[in-house]
């Protein structure tokens, strides 16, 4: 059984849209926290949204503050990440993570994590 499962990575021109989804598993969507986390080429893997499960909590880094959302399907147990006005620093693969114990900006409190979507931007 694969607990996360991301789609909706692609190559889009600066100034574009994507949206990522991740399908997790029944146990693993009520994880306390769910993130999306990127890693650039050259650059350690940094998170991007995080939404916690009770309240429905959003966070964002501040660099895609007013460009992305995070969201959440209950019903079809799968996790969101719009992507609007997208920038080439924004390339690179997108992973969808759960954590069993906190909302989190560190990657090492996530204990599931998907296999990554490459989301490129040109200019």
């Known amino acids: 059984q694969v607990d996360l499962e991301e789609s909706g990575g692609g190559l889009v021109q600066a100034g574009g849209s994507l949206r990522l989804s991740c399908v997790a598993s029944?146990?693993?969507?009520?994880?306390?926290?769910m993130a999306w986390f990127r890693q650039g080429p050259g650059k350690e893997r940094e998170y991007v949204a995080i939404?916690?499960?009770?309240?429905?909590?959003?966070y964002y880094r501040d660099s895609v503050k007013g460009r992305f959302t995070i969201s959440r399907d209950n019903a079809k147990k799968t996790l969101y990440l719009q992507m609007n006005r997208l920038k080439p620093d924004d390339t690179a693969v997108y992973y969808c993570?759960?954590?069993?114990?906190?909302?989190?900006?560190?990657?090492?409190?996530?204990?599931?994590w998907g296999q990554g979507t490459q989301v490129a931007v040109t200019s």
């Open positions: 939404i916690s499960w009770i309240g429905g909590i959003t």
């Open positions: 029944p146990n693993t969507f009520s994880s306390p926290a």
């Open positions: 993570a759960a954590s069993s114990r906190r909302t989190s900006y560190r990657s090492s409190d996530y204990d599931y």
